[in-house]
C-alpha cells in the first residue's frame, strides 16, 4: 500500500501548485484509461491471430514481429498503469477527501 501524504505536511503556499498539477494528471489519467481499454481489446484480437496462427507462420521473419508486439502489449497491461497514477494521486488527499 501506498504510504499517504498528508496535505498540512506541504507548504500551503504550494497547495495551489500541487493541486493544479493533480488536475492535470486526473486529465491524463481519464485519457491513458480510454486509451488502455482499446489496448486490452487490441490485445484480445492479438493474442486470437496468435493463437490461430502460430504454427503455420513460426518461422516467418514477420512473426517475430507479431510475438514481441505481443509479450509487449502483455506487460503494459500488467503493469497497472492506470492504478499506479491514481495511487500517486491520492497520496496528497486526506482519507477523508478520497472516499468522496
Not at 480510454?34 to 484480437?45: D, G, N, R, W
Amino acid at each position: 500500500m501506498v504510504e499517504q501524504l498528508p496535505r498540512t505536511s506541504i507548504d500551503p503556499a504550494r497547495h495551489a501548485a500541487i493541486d493544479a498539477q493533480l488536475k492535470t494528471l486526473k486529465l491524463c489519467a481519464r485519457k491513458l484509461q480510454a486509451a488502455l481499454s482499446l489496448q486490452a481489446t487490441e490485445l484480445q484480437i492479438l493474442q486470437r491471430l496468435y493463437y490461430k496462427n502460430k504454427n503455420q507462420h513460426r518461422g516467418a521473419l514477420f512473426w517475430r514481429s507479431v510475438s514481441e508486439m505481443r509479450r509487449l502489449m502483455e506487460k503494459t497491461e500488467k503493469r497497472d498503469l492506470l492504478g499506479s497514477i491514481n495511487a500517486l494521486r491520492v497520496r496528497f488527499y486526506d482519507k477523508a477527501q478520497v472516499q468522496k
